[in-house]
């Protein structure tokens, strides 16, 4: 994702090829490690964002509501007629 886990996961890297050119398997599992590392660091923070994001559009939605009656505007199909057969209320004849 960014910053100190990228430069971790690179050194990483580094430490796991240098283990593995000299024969060294502690430097090799070492840098697998921060390799590891690295990745949960980036879960953790991508979780962390997304439970923000939640919690944030959460917010937002439950701000319009508990204002009262109509709280949200709009009204549904037929608000505002008059009751009756559905015609123009006129009566003819």
Same mark, same amino acid.
């Given at each position: 994702?960014?910053? *100190?886990?990228?430069?971790?996961?690179?050194?990483?890297?580094?430490?796991?090829?240098?283990?593995?050119?000299?024969?060294?398997?502690?430097?090799?599992? *070492?840098?697998?490690?921060?390799?590891?590392?690295?990745?949960?660091?980036?879960?953790?923070?991508?979780?962390?964002?997304?439970?923000?994001?939640?919690?944030?559009?959460?917010?937002?939605?439950?701000?319009?509501?508990?204002?009262?009656?109509?709280?949200?505007?709009?009204?549904?199909?037929?608000?505002?007629?008059?009751?009756?057969?559905?015609?123009?209320?006129? *009566?003819?004849?």
């Amino acid at each position: 994702m960014g910053g *100190e886990s990228s430069l971790n996961k690179g050194k990483g890297k580094a430490k796991e090829m240098a283990g593995k050119a000299t024969g060294d398997e502690r430097l090799a599992a *070492e840098g697998r490690t921060d390799q590891l590392r690295s990745k949960g660091e980036d879960a953790m923070k991508s979780a962390t964002q997304r439970a923000k994001g939640v919690a944030d559009s959460l917010r937002h939605r439950d701000k319009g509501k508990g204002s009262g009656p109509g709280a949200g505007g709009g009204g549904g199909a037929g608000e505002g007629r008059s009751g009756g057969d559905g015609g123009s209320g006129h *009566e003819t004849g």
